[in-house]
């Protein structure tokens, strides 16, 4: 997958914010119908991860999901099928993410200091990975001019701020995927 330009990004988020609330309402209904996996994930989950800790970061969170939904579909076209994707795919992406994302689950039973270091490594291998580190970058400020407005629970700030890496990078994956197979075909 190509990395976007700085000028195919503004385009993109410009699209984005352009999108009235029909519009915005239709984007979101085939996003769950298309990828209803991946929308139980993103709205269910996640934000359900981050609403356990901060109603209004969970509400940001999926205000950006929806930037990266769109900005997905403005750069790169329409998002891939979930039924064109195979099982096989869609179940070692969701038992890798399980497995990492076990030290941001609230009640599991783990040590301050290991659940932290999980985190924080899981973070920078996401950073690190530098697919659309240019989305990324634009998300992270996104998430910290919010909290200098509108102060928020620390760890529900870097519980987005991870969960905002992760959507980019499924997103990065899921056409990737679509991609290599269409060419296999």
């Not at 659940?115 to 400020?141: C, H, P, T, W, Y």
């Amino acid at each position: 997958m190509r990395e976007l330009t700085d000028q195919a990004l503004y385009q993109a988020l410009e699209y984005a914010k352009s999108q009235d609330e029909n519009a915005g309402r239709a984007i979101l209904q085939q996003f769950q119908t298309e990828q209803s996996a991946l929308a139980q994930s993103i709205f269910g989950v996640f934000s359900a991860l981050i609403a356990s800790k901060d109603r209004n970061m969970a509400n940001l969170f999926m205000d950006l999901c929806f930037d990266v939904i769109c900005v997905f579909r403005h750069a790169f076209g329409e998002l891939p099928d979930q039924k064109l994707m195979s099982m096989e795919w869609l179940e070692n992406t969701a038992a890798l993410l399980d497995a990492e994302l076990q030290a941001f689950v609230p009640g599991n039973k783990m040590e301050a200091k290991f659940r932290d270091k999980f985190q924080n490594r899981f973070a920078e291998r996401l950073i690190d990975s530098n697919s659309q580190a240019g989305l990324v970058k634009f998300m992270d400020e996104a998430i910290s001019e919010y909290v200098r407005d509108s102060p928020a629970d620390p760890e529900a700030v870097r519980t987005t701020r991870t969960m905002t890496y992760v959507v980019i990078q499924l997103f990065c994956a899921m056409y990737d995927q679509a991609e290599r197979q269409s060419k296999a075909e």
